[in-house]
């Protein structure tokens, strides 16, 4: 069992800056990959940025590439998502997950969901 906690959601104004950050407790050994979801509401859940466990290979939606960045440290089971230039439409729950595989992870097919961080940005 693999246990993954939420911090750092807010309410934050356009164009502002966000961090939210997962820590990962529990049997996390061959779930190597962390990233990141988001559900708006009304809206299906989506893929926002995933991270293997080298911290090197990373994959962003296309919706966030050149605003967000995700990083990890592996000392800590800690994933982190930096938001940058934040958009009205980020607005949404911030999900942590972790899987085995980069490839079929960013297709939403993980093992382990957080309960979710809420990030509202405010027009």
């Known amino acids: 069992q693999v246990e993954l906690v939420e911090s750092g959601g807010g309410l934050v104004q356009a164009g502002g800056s966000l961090r939210v950050s997962c820590a990962a407790s529990g049997r996390t050994f061959g779930y190597s990959v962390m990233g990141w979801f988001r559900q708006a509401p009304g809206k299906e859940r989506e893929f926002v940025a995933a991270?293997?466990?080298?911290?090197?290979?990373?994959s962003l939606s296309d919706s966030v590439k050149g605003r967000f960045t995700i990083s990890r440290d592996n000392a800590k089971n800690t994933v982190n998502l930096q938001m940058n230039r934040l958009k009205p439409e980020d607005t949404a729950i911030y999900y942590c997950a972790v899987g085995p595989n980069i490839f079929v992870f960013t297709d939403g097919k993980v093992d382990y969901w957080g309960r979710g961080t809420q990030v509202t940005v405010s027009s």
């Open positions: 991270i293997d466990g080298s911290g090197i290979a990373t």
